[in-house]
């Protein structure tokens, strides 16, 4: 695969506490499974709909894949989803923006945007 620019959903807590020591290790799913579930801007919406549906204090986070050698790996319905098998370094992430997942799964981002693509 070739995306560069990929998303990770977080809990900004977690991402927070993180920024202490530079890499994000992942939430407990990404520790259970032993790799950092990323996804495409394909992916994005249904990830957030699927996994985050009813969760608020949510960063997305823009991650730039170039030097993290991601592991493309089959997934919902086949697609192929890019998995880190190492922590997130922060230097990788490009922005944070803030966002909740309503109860429908819709992405409402702080500045008062909805949905995604």
């Known amino acids: ?3 560069a620019i990929v998303w990770k959903l977080v ?3 977690e991402w927070d506490a993180a920024r202490k020591v530079g890499a994000y290790a992942g939430s407990a799913v990404d520790l259970a499974d032993g790799y950092i579930h990323l ?4 992916q994005l919406a249904e990830t957030a709909r699927r ?3 009813g969760r608020t204090g949510l960063l997305l986070v823009e991650v730039d894949l170039r030097g993290l050698d991601p592991v493309w790996e089959a997934s919902r319905g086949g697609a192929l989803f ?11 992430a490009r922005s944070e ?4 997942v309503d109860d429908d799964g819709l ?5 008062g945007a909805t949905g995604w693509g």
């Open 1 to 3: 695969m070739t995306d």
């Open 11 to 13: 809990d900004r807590a």
């Open 39 to 42: 996804s495409t801007t394909d």
């Open 51 to 53: 996994h985050y549906r």
């Open 82 to 92: 890019p998995h880190l098998y190492r922590p997130l370094p922060f230097t990788a």
């Open 97 to 100: 923006q803030g966002l909740s």
């Open 107 to 111: 992405m409402r981002f702080d500045d």
